[in-house]
């Protein structure tokens, strides 16, 4: 006898390019929501989708952030659109070596779309509502889960961490915070 297979929901953000006109809201409340704290500041760099840009073509594509991954990809392949010839990178989600893009710019952490979560939970991600075209879509499916064991945000955090600096330096620093933050609490009251 199996067992009913977990169902997950995929979150994706649909983008109709025509409808673009690059005004950049989405990557301008992306970067608010996710400061720290919510709406405190505006830095686009740390924005989870971002506009690319061809000017002789007048052509906006928005590109939301993709998962981590270790390495460069393998192949250069190059798309032809309307006669212009693009990089793969150019529509690339992931952050990689290879690249700034969609990295945390203090610190270099990867950073992920994630959708807007937040508690209570928004209807939809901030840059879809805040798309003056309608440009970009919030869809939500179901399919089955696959089998095994799905890394979370903070795994992939410290895991580019230790990809970029090793795990003795990483060890090292959260050495040096722990007692930082001892210090900063005081010294211990008695009962």
């Known amino acids: ?33 996710h400061s720290m704290p919510k709406y405190a500041g505006n830095n686009p760099s740390r924005s989870r989708i971002r506009v690319i840009h061809d000017p002789l073509k007048d052509i906006y594509v928005p590109v939301y952030a993709g998962e981590y991954t270790a390495a460069e990809c393998a192949g250069r392949d190059k798309y032809t659109i309307d006669g212009k010839a693009y990089e793969e990178c150019s529509f690339c989600r992931a952050s990689c070596p290879s690249r700034d893009l969609f990295k945390e710019p203090d610190s270099g952490l990867p950073l992920k779309c994630d959708m ?25 499916r179901e399919e089955e889960a696959p089998e095994g064991e799905d890394i979370g945000e903070m795994e992939t955090g410290l895991k580019s961490l230790a990809d970029r600096f090793g795990l003795k330096k990483m060890a090292e620093a959260v050495a040096r915070m722990s007692i930082r933050g001892e210090k900063a609490k005081g010294p211990k009251k008695e009962d």
């Open 1 to 33: 006898m199996s067992g009913a297979r977990k169902k997950r929901v995929i979150k994706t953000i649909k983008v109709e390019v025509d409808k673009c006109n690059g005004c950049r809201a989405c990557e301008v409340i992306c970067s608010a929501f």
């Open 116 to 140: 807007c979560e937040s508690d209570p939970p928004l209807a939809e991600p901030m840059c879809v509502k805040w798309c003056l075209n309608d440009a970009l879509s919030y869809e939500q």
